[in-house]
């Protein structure tokens, strides 16, 4: 019963991000892509003890949503003392044990925009993250995963880029299209406040020129 790549758990749907609904039957009203728009650094991590499965490939599944989940929370807890840093966004899981492409979203740093220094910082604390033990009764608890290995473009280096909010000037409509759900991409245009950038429709409540769309 489930619609526009939400998954049946035998209870209810599950529904993809900004898709909303008991079936999963209509877009979210408002999309916050202020994070996206931040700095970021791109970073590859290996995740050696889970096994890559074919439906790791589709993001609405539940199979990548949940190792998503989990890869987030452990990235929280190793990169939590990192100056600026804002959260992770996984942007793709490949073969290889598990081979995760992400994006370290930052706060914008106050002087030098420079973010090699950020990355060096980032892959310092993945490198003495505590390293998973046995399974002895005197082990420590560590990390849940067996390995988190970083990699750039060669060996041993990390492509890093800043991305600017180039001034007073809403993002472009094509960004919203990129962020929101297929089947209702036409329908978002940007829209932004004091301290964010919102993808909205005119059901957007609160919005100048919005409508009562009641449901959908």
Known sequence: PCQNGGHWTGTGCLCPPNVDGARCQFGASTINITAELGPSVMLLARVTNRKFSGDMRDASSVAYRSFVDEFSRTMDRI?????GYRGTRVLSLTRGSVVVNYKVLLHPPAGDPNLAHRALELLEAANTAAQPQNCSRSAAVGTPWGAVGRRGARDGQVGSHLTHLGGS??????????????NFSRYYYPYRTQSSFLCVT???????GSIDCNRG
């Not at 990169?79 to 100056?83: A, D, G, L």
């Not at 000037?169 to 297929?182: F, G, Q």
């Not at 005119?202 to 100048?208: D, F, K, S």
């Open 79 to 83: 990169y939590r003392n990192v100056s």
């Open 169 to 182: 000037s809403p993002p472009a409509p094509e960004l919203c299209r990129k962020y929101a759900p297929a």
């Open 202 to 208: 005119n059901c957007t409540l609160n919005v100048p």
